[in-house]
């Protein structure tokens, strides 16, 4: 797990250098590809349920789920959330970055702030003997103290041999409610936030999820282990 996930940390460390004005969101997901195949791992989204691509790209109003196009080229003040896993000698990695491209608004970067903070406040909740309500709650918490929303249909979840397994990790909750954590697991711990009202629906493509207000979303997602000293992050660069 630690070499599968150190693949994609290391792909949010240099694919920095490339997102900018004037690229496609295809360029991305070509160059994401080529970056996890020299690397002697397989994308893991592309194939998923018939996923097309190796990167999911996410902009503005899209939460989730997005598809790379070649028309699709990013511009300045978009917010552009990337979701990409890897799978490599039967394990799985899988994190999420938000990117804020040139001029961005102050709304837009406290959006950002406070979802990848949120991240950080539940992945210090992810600890043996704790429940998953304790993440969701913390998120929760959080993130509408300070005037935004979590997405409620889109969850994190359990990771390993398989890209998700249980238990399902919701951003919402409630404190010592549901499934128990244990030590030795790894966990995908993924808040989905908006500016507006948390109320999605899916494009015609029956992936892209959007915000049903038109909204803005961030999305930061880090593979964690549960270790017996507390959270490991195995996503970081």
Not at 103 to 131: H, M, P, W, Y
Not at 174 to 195: H, Q, R, S, Y
Request: charged residues 25%; contains cysteine; proline residues 3%.
């Amino acid at each position: 797990m630690k070499k599968v996930n150190k693949i994609i940390a290391d792909l949010f460390v240099e694919i920095r250098d490339i997102i900018d004005i004037g690229v496609s969101t295809f360029e991305l997901d070509q160059w994401a590809e080529k970056f996890i195949i020299n690397r002697n791992a397989k994308p893991a989204f592309k194939g998923y349920r018939g996923f097309p691509a190796t990167l999911c790209v996410s902009i503005n109003n899209e939460i989730v789920h997005g598809i790379p196009s070649k028309k699709r080229v990013l511009k300045s003040g978009d917010v552009v959330s990337i979701d990409v896993g890897a799978y490599k000698n039967d394990h799985y990695a899988d994190a999420a970055r938000t990117f804020l491209i040139g001029n961005a608004s102050f709304e837009d970067k406290q959006l950002c702030k406070v979802t990848k903070k949120a991240l950080q406040i539940g992945i210090e909740k992810a600890v043996a003997g704790n429940r998953v309500g304790d993440i969701g709650s913390s998120i929760q918490s959080y993130v509408e103290k300070n005037g935004f929303n979590v997405v409620r249909d889109f969850v994190g979840h359990g990771i390993g041999r398989k890209l998700h397994l249980e238990p399902a990790i919701p951003n919402y909750g409630t404190e010592d409610k549901g499934a128990v954590i244990k030590e030795n697991m790894f966990l995908a711990i993924e808040p989905m936030v908006v500016a507006g009202k948390w109320n999605v629906r899916v494009l015609e493509d029956q992936w892209t999820a959007v915000t049903l207000d038109g909204k803005n979303s961030a999305h930061f997602e880090n593979t964690i282990y549960v270790s017996k000293d507390g959270p490991v992050v195995l996503t970081e660069g």
